[in-house]
């Protein structure tokens, strides 16, 4: 059952055909089984899984169930929960237990849906490829010699190895779309501010946003409709009526114009990518959309924008672990200089501290002006071609990634060529916008293919709905790695 649509596992689970407890055993047996290849998880959580398992089949029974009640799922271990390891793929929390559950934790909890355990993730969420963990590198499971994509990778490939249906994520730069593509499923990216970051450990504060993966359109939009909400608690939470993201679903694309930014089909594309994405727009044309060519003149500059702004963010936001109040402290030093700095220096690993370093440099004295200040100017103006030209069109289409899933190892020694991974993606998070990946096709060495869809603000619903019906229409989907 685990390898079938939310709406089919709820389906048995309503109809007694199999339960929770069953489910979520199936889902820790494939974990054994298959995470040993894939690297995907970095804490299984059997014991709390079985209880909250049994818990959901207490609902099941006394007809009180949600829509996720009884459905296995994983975190992206940047979610705090209670009791339970959160280490942020980073040495400097490989030893702390949170004392509470993150906003998005507890509306999960709520709904009934079963937590199996944490996902491996670049540490602190920076990397595109999910080789930056403390607890080792994820594997794409459709070739184990090649990356998941980052940061969210472990979420991915737990999903595309059918481990686990649904699974969170986050995405400051592109790490739900990103992954998805590299997997082969689908993810989504909501408008900033759409769920919450209460509990989601900090990289860049004004680009992270929580999201969805699953293998579907119609999968996501179930899961956000459970993640999304107002918190009190959260300054950047959005004050919205709650939203069923489902109700698109079935809304025909006829009259729907999607928009292909010129920019994005220029160069840099692999030709193989090219042309998964190339007939996944001649088929949202056959399904009844217009396409219509749009500008974003300013996008070649959200990678340059993105590279002052984040590593700004997270060097005020990394400032706290210190080793004094929790997470990893050097065991010997001289003083408390001493210690702060032989921690600091243990406990974060290479990317982090290329960020941090880069970060404190744009923000410090004599810099701001030229580097902190010029970046925020161009976020605004990359926000503003956005809206530009969805005064021309519904939906923008594109590619998530200029090529498929690149070798373990192969851009490591060169940091630039990795940013450059997320070359389609960024602009997205500067501008606070929704978007997400869905499966496309095939591309060199049969790796996946995703097409990445950008709305406007709050309109998830029209962009789970867009991909649903192109979904429905073909069966990329519904393919999985050979081995799960």
């Given at each position: 059952?685990?390898?079938?649509?939310?709406?089919?596992?709820?389906?048995?689970?309503?109809?007694?055909?199999?339960?929770?407890?069953e489910?979520?055993?199936?889902s820790?047996?494939?974990?054994?089984?298959?995470n040993?290849?894939?690297?995907?998880?970095?804490?299984?959580?059997?014991?709390?899984?079985?209880?909250?398992?049994?818990?959901?089949?207490?609902?099941?029974?006394?007809?009180?169930?949600?829509?996720?009640?009884?459905?296995?799922?994983?975190?992206?271990?940047?979610f705090?929960?209670?009791?339970?390891?959160t280490?942020?793929?980073?040495?400097?929390?490989s030893?702390?237990?949170?004392?509470?559950?993150?906003?998005?934790?507890?509306?999960?909890?709520?709904?009934?849906?079963?937590?199996?355990?944490?996902?491996?993730?670049?540490?602190?969420?920076?990397?595109?490829?999910?080789?930056?963990?403390?607890f080792?590198?994820?594997r794409?499971?459709w070739?184990?010699?090649t990356?998941?994509?980052?940061?969210?990778?472990?979420?991915?490939?737990?999903?595309?190895?059918?481990?686990?249906?649904?699974?969170?994520?986050?995405?400051?730069?592109?790490s739900?779309?990103?992954?998805?593509?590299l997997?082969g499923?689908?993810?989504?990216?909501?408008?900033?501010?759409?769920?919450?970051?209460?509990?989601?450990?900090?990289?860049?504060?004004s680009?992270?946003?929580?999201?969805?993966?699953?293998?579907?359109?119609?999968?996501?939009?179930?899961?956000?409709?459970?993640?999304?909400?107002?918190?009190?608690?959260?300054s950047?939470s959005l004050?919205?009526?709650?939203?069923?993201?489902?109700?698109?679903?079935?809304?025909?694309?006829?009259?729907?114009?999607?928009?292909?930014?010129?920019?994005?089909?220029?160069?840099?594309?692999?030709?193989?990518?090219?042309?998964?994405?190339?007939a996944?727009?001649?088929?949202?044309?056959?399904?009844?959309a217009?396409?219509?060519?749009?500008?974003?003149?300013?996008a070649?500059?959200?990678?340059?924008?993105?590279?002052?702004?984040?590593?700004?963010?997270?060097?005020?936001?990394?400032s706290?672990?210190?080793?004094?109040?929790?997470?990893?402290?050097?065991?010997?030093?001289?003083d408390?200089?001493?210690?702060?700095?032989?921690?600091?220096?243990?406990?974060?690993?290479?990317?982090?501290?290329?960020?941090?370093?880069?970060?404190?440099?744009?923000?410090s004295?004599?810099?701001y002006d030229?580097?902190?200040?010029?970046?925020?100017?161009?976020?605004?103006l990359?926000?503003?071609?956005?809206?530009?030209?969805?005064?021309q069109?519904?939906?923008?289409?594109g590619?998530?990634?200029?090529?498929?899933a690149f070798?373990?190892?192969?851009?490591?020694?060169?940091?630039?060529?990795?940013?450059?991974?997320?070359?389609y993606?960024?602009?997205?998070?500067l501008?606070?916008?929704?978007?997400?990946?869905h499966?496309?096709?095939?591309g060199a060495?049969?790796?996946?293919?995703?097409?990445?869809l950008?709305?406007?603000?709050?309109?998830?619903?029209r962009?789970?709905?867009?991909?649903?019906?192109?979904q429905?229409a073909?069966?990329?989907?519904?393919?999985?790695?050979a081995?799960f």
């Amino acid at each position: 059952m685990i390898d079938s649509s939310l709406k089919d596992i709820a389906a048995a689970l309503r109809a007694k055909t199999v339960s929770a407890v069953e489910l979520a055993t199936d889902s820790l047996a494939r974990i054994e089984a298959g995470n040993p290849k894939v690297n995907a998880f970095i804490t299984v959580d059997r014991e709390g899984a079985l209880a909250a398992a049994q818990a959901a089949d207490a609902r099941l029974a006394a007809g009180s169930a949600a829509p996720l009640t009884g459905i296995p799922m994983a975190h992206k271990d940047v979610f705090c929960t209670e009791g339970v390891l959160t280490t942020c793929g980073s040495k400097m929390l490989s030893n702390f237990t949170s004392p509470y559950d993150a906003h998005v934790v507890s509306l999960l909890k709520a709904a009934g849906a079963v937590m199996v355990g944490k996902t491996n993730m670049d540490e602190f969420a920076m990397g595109s490829s999910n080789e930056n963990s403390h607890f080792g590198p994820t594997r794409n499971p459709w070739n184990t010699d090649t990356v998941p994509g980052g940061s969210s990778g472990g979420s991915a490939a737990a999903v595309a190895a059918r481990l686990v249906p649904i699974a969170t994520g986050t995405d400051t730069g592109g790490s739900i779309r990103q992954p998805a593509s590299l997997c082969g499923i689908t993810g989504i990216k909501p408008t900033y501010g759409t769920v919450s970051r209460y509990g989601m450990i900090a990289y860049a504060s004004s680009l992270d946003q929580g999201g969805a993966f699953g293998y579907s359109a119609e999968d996501c939009a179930l899961l956000l409709s459970a993640m999304a909400g107002h918190d009190p608690r959260d300054s950047t939470s959005l004050e919205r009526a709650a939203e069923d993201y489902t109700s698109a679903l079935d809304k025909p694309l006829a009259g729907l114009r999607v928009g292909l930014p010129k920019e994005f089909f220029a160069e840099g594309m692999s030709d193989d990518v090219r042309a998964a994405v190339d007939a996944a727009i001649a088929e949202y044309r056959k399904l009844g959309a217009s396409i219509v060519e749009v500008s974003l003149p300013n996008a070649r500059l959200a990678i340059p924008a993105y590279y002052v702004i984040a590593p700004a963010e997270a060097s005020s936001n990394l400032s706290r672990f210190d080793g004094v109040r929790y997470g990893h402290r050097a065991a010997e030093y001289t003083d408390l200089m001493d210690m702060y700095c032989k921690s600091r220096a243990q406990g974060f690993g290479a990317e982090v501290k290329r960020r941090i370093l880069m970060g404190t440099y744009v923000l410090s004295h004599g810099y701001y002006d030229a580097y902190y200040i010029k970046a925020q100017k161009l976020r605004r103006l990359i926000a503003n071609d956005f809206q530009a030209a969805f005064a021309q069109c519904d939906l923008i289409a594109g590619p998530v990634s200029p090529t498929v899933a690149f070798g373990i190892g192969e851009k490591s020694d060169d940091p630039v060529q990795m940013y450059l991974s997320d070359i389609y993606t960024i602009a997205v998070n500067l501008a606070g916008l929704p978007a997400l990946s869905h499966p496309a096709g095939f591309g060199a060495g049969g790796l996946p293919v995703g097409l990445q869809l950008i709305g406007n603000y709050f309109g998830e619903a029209r962009l789970l709905g867009a991909a649903h019906q192109f979904q429905r229409a073909t069966d990329w989907h519904t393919r999985k790695p050979a081995g799960f």
